[in-house]
């Protein structure tokens, strides 16, 4: 009397308390979540945390579309089992060989009864339809059934992922509050008091370190450097009191007790906001990297590779961007005047964009989640010994990349982004205190309308010839907003939606 030809009843021969029962223990769970995410975004609300509030609401968004996800499988299921090809179609591009199969509807083992009762099952459910056209159903029930349960977990474990990322990371970055703490003092101390002293650059500590020394002259031995320095004190108090010397120097002249170590806390919160969510061009890495799983190329074996070999790059990269401010100083001073302050500037990333970097995490952190996903769904799902999931050859060395990514992402990449993307041309929005943001984006926008309507009254009262001039124009998209020639950096979603 099943439906689906599987073992059971229908609904409608199922005993009403059964039902009650399982809804009760479903409605429960998802309320339970529902509140706790809700009294979450209270709490963070209530502490003036509105980035890590957008976060949790990203978090909400994936929820949903997991949701939906579900929704359309339970709808189309029916349907798609329905779609009908002929059996030469289904033996190319698989996953498993056809004889591993073949040997399980042969010789069924214990440790092989949930994989056979999938085939048995789409066997029976093909018999009324697509057995009667000599064709095979194009995705069977079960099939869905895993994809559904593949997605939810990665959406999970890149979330959980993510959430650990900026917790550990986040926690190395408030280490160095004490060095912000001294620098403050010793600065308030010294602010009534203005005394001429003179710099000898190359015997400054962060000088010797990063410029001086053997091969820090040389490109490809500085390179070298840099890749070995993300793994041991990536970030030391040097490098912390000049960059953010020249931060201070180049954005903030003149206050020299700002709370750069704040800040910088702001800000990665607010980046992390756009790291939690799985973006469209993930899911399309998903689809590609489905479809390459064939028997045989051990895909997710050589793809484990492309986030650890990024990781590396982007360590490399901003290690190689604070000796560049070194050599910029050192190559043209011997003394200066005051403190040691480097030049912040776009010319040091990659594309002249600080902002690239934040995208390779993002991939990062997505790309080691997918491999840890498919580890724990196959292990799950088909057990230790599917064929999917390879020889233990190709597992374990899997999983140390992961979790090497996972440590060194979050105590090493992360609080280096997190200091060296400050040197960029521009500073972040973050630097002024959300309601100081909100007041002086309002006002860039009312006078931007304001000189937009200006400029088209005084264009009609002389017979609307000619454009309007470059000085009135404010041009531009929305990258940030220009006040007294200080360059406001925008997230480009807030400049979509005003």
């Not at 789409?122 to 069977?140: F, H, I």
């Not at 917790?167 to 620098?183: C, L, M, N, P």
């Not at 190359?202 to 020394?213: S, V, Y």
């Not at 020299?256 to 910088?264: G, Q």
């Amino acid at each position: 009397m099943g439906g689906d030809g599987g073992e059971g009843t229908s609904l409608e021969f199922t005993p009403t308390w059964v039902v009650a029962a399982v809804c009760t223990v479903f409605v429960g769970i998802s309320l339970a979540l529902e509140r706790l995410l809700h009294y979450a975004g209270k709490k963070l609300k209530k502490e003036g945390r509105k980035p890590l509030f957008e976060a949790l609401q990203k978090v909400k968004e994936e929820l949903m579309l997991l949701g939906f996800i579900s929704l359309l499988l339970s709808v189309c299921q029916d349907r798609i089992v329905k779609i009908c090809v002929t059996e030469n179609t289904m033996e190319h591009f698989l996953p498993c060989p056809l004889k591993v199969k073949q040997e399980m509807i042969d010789h069924p083992k214990s440790e092989h009864l949930p994989t056979l009762r999938h085939l048995l099952k789409k066997k029976e459910s093909s018999v009324g339809y697509c057995a009667r056209k000599n064709k095979v159903p194009l995705l069977s029930g079960a099939a869905l059934h895993h994809l559904h349960i593949f997605i939810f977990i990665l959406a999970l474990v890149h979330v959980t992922f993510s959430v650990l990322t900026i917790v550990f990371g986040g926690f190395k970055i408030r280490q160095w509050k004490h060095w912000e703490t001294s620098i403050r003092q010793e600065n308030t101390n010294t602010s009534t008091v203005q005394e001429l002293t003179i710099t000898d650059v190359r015997n400054h500590d962060f000088i010797r370190k990063r410029f001086l020394g053997f091969g820090k002259r040389s490109a490809l031995l500085g390179w070298l450097y840099s890749f070995f320095k993300q793994f041991y004190g990536s970030v030391t108090q040097p490098d912390y009191v000049v960059l953010r010397s020249g931060f201070i120097t180049t954005h903030c002249k003149g206050n020299r007790i700002f709370n750069f170590h704040k800040y910088m806390i702001r800000a990665l919160e607010d980046d992390f906001r756009k790291v939690v969510g799985i973006s469209w061009y993930l899911w399309i890495f998903v689809i590609i990297f489905m479809l390459l799983n064939v028997n045989g190329w051990h895909t997710y074996f050589w793809i484990a590779f492309v986030p650890l070999i990024l990781l590396l790059a982007v360590g490399t990269k901003l290690e190689h961007i604070i000796i560049q401010l070194a050599h910029e100083v050192a190559e043209k001073h011997v003394a200066i005047e005051g403190e040691l302050a480097v030049k912040p500037s776009d010319d040091h990333f990659w594309f002249h964009r600080p902002k690239m970097v934040l995208l390779f995490i993002h991939f990062i952190l997505f790309q080691n989640a997918f491999e840890i996903a498919f580890f724990f769904w196959i292990l799950v799902q088909f057990g230790f010994s599917s064929c999917i999931m390879e020889k233990l050859v190709y597992i374990i060395p899997r999983l140390i990349i992961g979790a090497f990514i996972q440590v060194l992402c979050s105590y090493s990449t992360l609080p280096l982004y997190a200091l060296v993307t400050q040197m960029g041309s521009s500073f972040k929005k973050a630097i002024f205190d959300e309601h100081v943001q909100v007041g002086l984006i309002t006002w860039a926008q009312k006078a931007k309308r304001k000189r937009a309507l200006n400029v088209a009254i005084n264009d009609s009262e002389h017979g609307g010839g000619g454009g309007s001039s470059p000085r009135h124009g404010g041009g531009g998209g929305g990258g940030g907003v220009e006040l007294e020639g200080i360059r406001i950096a925008r997230d480009p979603q807030q400049s979509r939606n005003p």
